[in-house]
């Protein structure tokens, strides 16, 4: 069975420094892996997915991830944190065969002035 | 891009009542839309998948006579809550897969709060 591991709930960065996500997953096939975003109030974004296609995805926002086979690691990063990216994000698995999604717990990004 | 709605977005309602939320792809026709639910601070838990024109499938603990799912056409699924309870409030999400690609587009979601 696929599932995803958000190794944390809460990061906290300044506004202009580097943002991690981190996220390991674990699947017995090559795995469909996505990030979304989630405002306040607001429905759930795609921010990028991984497809088997190239390992480094570039997504919205100037977010990017990297898939790790070898880490079974897909983290998320951005270059420079902005305040509108203060949010929770979800590590997201496609359950083969199944079409539906497995989600992770989540991260609360915190974004200080 | 893809758009999906929720109506309504959020409900008041009393225990013992049914409530219907409906899901819309409004620009796309998605054979498959699937139901979440989501408690605070928690993340997003699969409740069923709509297949249009057929039954729903449901995850393991979701009592489907309770979670009744119509999928009566390419662009509309809803979700009927029945003899609501407290313990069914809860925020629901839904989402539409499009004919043409693979990716998930999710409505705003509905905050269903039963007293």
């Known amino acids: 069975a696929q599932s995803v591991t958000q190794l944390d709930s809460h990061v906290s960065v300044s506004e202009g420094t580097p943002v991690l996500l981190r996220c390991n997953y674990s699947?017995?096939?090559?795995?469909?892996l996505f990030w979304y975003v989630q405002h306040p109030n607001k429905g759930l974004q795609l921010l990028l997915k991984?497809?088997?296609?190239?390992?480094l995805v570039k997504g919205i926002n100037g977010f990017e991830a990297e898939f790790k086979k070898s880490e079974t690691s897909f983290h998320l990063t951005k270059p420079s944190a902005h305040m509108s990216d203060a949010a929770e994000y979800f590590c997201?698995?496609?359950?083969?065969?199944?079409?539906?999604?497995?989600f992770g717990s989540g991260t609360r990004l915190q974004v200080q002035p | 891009g893809a758009v999906v709605s929720q109506h309504p977005s959020w409900v008041i309602c009393k225990s013992g009542t049914s409530v219907k939320i409906e899901c819309r792809s409004l620009?796309?026709?998605?054979?498959?839309m699937f139901w979440y639910r989501q408690f605070p601070k928690q993340s997003l838990m699969l409740m069923a998948t709509?297949?249009?024109?057929?039954?729903?499938?449901?995850e393991q603990g979701v009592e489907k006579d309770k979670f009744l799912i119509n999928h009566a056409s390419l662009t509309l699924s809803t979700l009927t809550v029945t003899s609501a309870h407290p313990e069914d409030s809860s925020f629901y999400i839904c989402?539409?897969?499009?004919?043409?690609?693979?990716?998930?587009?999710f409505g705003p979601g509905t905050r269903l709060l039963v007293l």
């Open positions: 989402s539409a897969r499009s004919i043409e690609e693979e990716t998930q587009y």
């Open positions: 699947s017995s096939y090559s795995p469909s």
């Open positions: 991984y497809t088997s296609a190239a390992t």
């Open positions: 997201v698995v496609r359950r083969t065969g199944r079409r539906a999604l497995t």
């Open positions: 620009d796309f026709q998605a054979t498959t």
């Open positions: 709509s297949n249009e024109g057929s039954k729903a499938t449901y």
